[in-house]
T-cell receptor, first 120, second 108 residues
Framework: GAVVSQHPSRVICKSGTSVKIECRSL??????MFWYRQFPKQSLMLMAT?????????EQGVEKDKFLINHASLTLSTLTVTSAHPEDSSFYIC????????????????FGSGTQLSVL | DAKTTQPTSMDCAEGRAANLPCNHS???????VYWYRQIHSQGPQYIIH???NNETNEMASLIITEDRKSSTLILPHATLRDTAVYYC?????????FGGGTRLMVKP
């Protein structure tokens, strides 16, 4: 199946710093990428949807100025957690949807391996 | 997306079939049923999906009832590496909305 690479897999940072997480589709072009957040023992929660070349759409309650998303190419989307605080510590996961493939609901989404962010 | 209901946890003996149920009584005609699993500290892994016909692939089988209000994921010969959280998702739009999932524990 298609491969989505997410980097870094783990990051520890000091409170107040910014952290960038990269999500790459390695063998396909992704028109749409999704960013999820997962707290311990909880399910994945969608944060935002990013379409290549346009602004991301954020879910209710997600601060767009804090979680900056850039999807400048068909193979790369980045999530930057700005001025990170301990409450931002979480597992962040990206997902990608292929361009030009099957349309609609009969289409797999592929996930990255996740990034564990720990803010001290 | 239509809401799904899954048992919180299940156990299965190694080598036996694991049958994971999912209720989705409010599913609409064009909504697909997707199954993903998540092994601890990893991203979700696609397993299988279907609309109304039963589906089978190298990982699992998906049985969807005729009224489409429920489905069962079958892992024919569970191994210890199948221990994970299994998510049943009814997809109506671009994204996938995850519920609580079933924590499957495969025991030796």
């Amino acid at each position: 199946g298609a491969v989505v690479s997410q980097h870094p897999s783990r990051v520890i940072c000091k409170s107040g710093t910014s952290v960038k997480i990269e999500c790459r589709s390695l063998d396909f072009q992704a028109t749409t990428m999704f960013w999820y957040r997962q707290f311990p023992k909880q399910s994945l929660m969608l944060m935002a949807t990013s379409n290549e070349g346009s602004k991301a759409t954020y879910e209710q309650g997600v601060e767009k100025d804090k979680f900056l998303i850039n999807h400048a190419s068909l193979t790369l989307s980045t999530l930057t957690v700005t001025s990170a605080h301990p409450e931002d510590s979480s597992f962040y996961i990206c997902s990608a949807r292929a361009a030009g493939g099957r349309q609609g609901l009969d289409e797999k989404l592929f996930f990255g391996s996740g990034t564990q962010l720990s803010v001290l | 997306d239509a809401k799904t209901t899954q048992p919180t946890s299940m156990d299965c003996a190694e080598g036996r079939a694991a049958n994971l149920p999912c209720n989705h009584s409010t599913i609409s005609g064009n909504e697909y049923v997707y199954w993903y699993r998540q092994i601890h500290s990893q991203g979700p892994q696609y397993i299988i999906h279907g609309l109304k016909n039963n589906e089978t692939n190298e990982m699992a089988s998906l049985i969807i009832t005729e009224d489409r209000k429920s489905s069962t994921l079958i892992l024919p010969h569970a191994t210890l590496r199948d221990t994970a959280v299994y998510y049943c998702i009814v997809r109506a739009g671009n994204m996938l909305t995850f519920g609580g999932g079933t924590r499957l524990m495969v025991k030796p």
